[in-house]
């Protein structure tokens, strides 16, 4: 089993809808995730972080965060075109030392 | 600079040479990191630095990968006797305190290994 696992995709969605990306991971003990999004060819960007049970929200972005279940996600509100991207989950465990466990990411197509 | 800045930002070479890619971090910023991102691929921790030392190594994948930072700042990743299997995109990031996620990453930079 991988360490954090999302659907490769490509997720498809018209315009102006709801994207619900998810990501599962397997270490108990992770305390801190991110969610990074990376335009094709570019360097991946930090977009949302969660560390606590819930949800937390910034502008369009939701993240939320389950950890009985391990399980955090990502809805973007009212999607467009620009979304568009591949969305890299992130995990870090609980020794905080800068090693982040990357998922593989799920291409998001937001259709005009 | 007023971003993560990484050299050269291609680099081709032939297997079994070595090759050393540099990453000047944002000013200030005493966290750097190395990743790799293969084709298609999520990232790969390779390393962490705080400041000039490095509190975890456990990503590099062999003892023909070093890295070292010098001055809190500029941060060199050596690969020796490169291999096909080194092809790859070698980002570099930074953050601003040990929060422990990388938070400004330079545009990388693609090795490919004939």
């Known amino acids: 089993q991988k360490e954090v696992e999302q659907n490769s995709g490509p997720l498809s969605v018209p315009e102006g809808a709801i994207a619900s990306l998810n990501c599962t991971y397997s270490d108990r003990v992770s305390q801190s995730f991110f969610w990074y999004r990376q335009y094709s060819g570019k360097s991946p960007e930090l977009i949302m972080s969660?560390?606590?049970?819930g949800d937390k929200e910034d502008g369009r972005f939701t993240a939320q965060l389950n950890k009985a279940s391990q399980y955090v996600s990502l809805l973007i509100r009212d999607s467009q075109p620009s979304d568009s991207a591949t969305y890299l989950c992130a995990v870090m465990g609980s020794s905080n030392t800068g090693k982040l466990i990357f998922g593989q990411g799920t291409t998001l197509q937001v259709k005009p | 600079g007023a971003g993560v800045s990484q050299s050269p930002s291609n680099k081709v070479t032939e297997k079994g040479k070595d090759v050393e890619l540099r990453c000047d971090p944002i000013s200030g910023h005493t966290a750097l990191y190395w990743y790799r991102q293969r084709l298609g691929q999520g990232l790969e921790f390779l390393i962490y630095f705080q400041g000039n030392s490095a509190p975890d190594k456990s990503g590099l994948p062999s003892d023909r990968f070093s890295a070292e930072r010098t001055g809190e700042s500029v941060s060199t990743l050596t690969i020796q006797r490169t291999q096909q299997e080194d092809s790859a995109v070698y980002l570099c990031?930074?953050?601003?305190?040990?929060?422990?996620?990388?938070?400004?990453f330079g545009d990388g930079t693609r090795l490919s290994i004939l």
């Open positions: 969660i560390y606590s049970n």
């Open positions: 990031a930074s953050s601003k305190g040990g929060t422990g996620q990388p938070q400004h």
